[in-house]
């Protein structure tokens, strides 16, 4: 079983820039299909972004699309989520996630290892 723990998150404000990072344990996230989501108050969790195992594409929601990059660091078993560009919209809890043979990166339920989640809030 994988564990997944989220760091990186804070208080910023609008225009600055930040970097999650989602360290696994237990088990190696090696030929895992990894994702980033997030949920504001009041809303349902959201898709922002994910990285594919096989050929390493990747998949962003629209709103965060040329603000935000994925990546992984197998060799440390961790997964990044580079933020640029803040924008208040973008306060939520973000969550990293894991699965294997993801068809619908952008479906919640594809993922079966969650993280705990971590607060980003930023300042107008």
């Known amino acids: 079983q994988v564990q997944l723990v989220e760091s990186g998150g804070g208080l910023v404000q609008a225009g600055d820039s930040l970097r999650l990072s989602c360290a696994a344990s237990?088990?190696?996230?090696?030929?895992?299909?990894l994702g980033w989501f997030r949920q504001a108050p009041g809303k349902e969790r959201e898709f922002v972004a994910s990285?594919?195992?096989?050929?390493?594409?990747?998949t962003y929601a629209d709103s965060v699309k040329g603000r935000f990059t994925i990546s992984r660091d197998d060799a440390k078993n961790t997964m990044y989520l580079l933020m640029n560009s803040l924008k208040p919209e973008d306060t939520a809890v973000y969550y990293c996630?894991?699965?294997?043979?993801?068809?619908?990166?952008?479906?919640?339920?594809?993922?079966?290892?969650w993280g705990q989640g971590t607060q980003v809030t930023v300042s107008s």
């Open positions: 996630a894991a699965g294997r043979g993801v068809v619908h990166p952008t479906t919640r339920d594809e993922y079966y290892y």
């Open positions: 237990r088990h190696s996230f090696i030929t895992y299909d």
């Open positions: 990285l594919a195992w096989t050929g390493g594409s990747t």
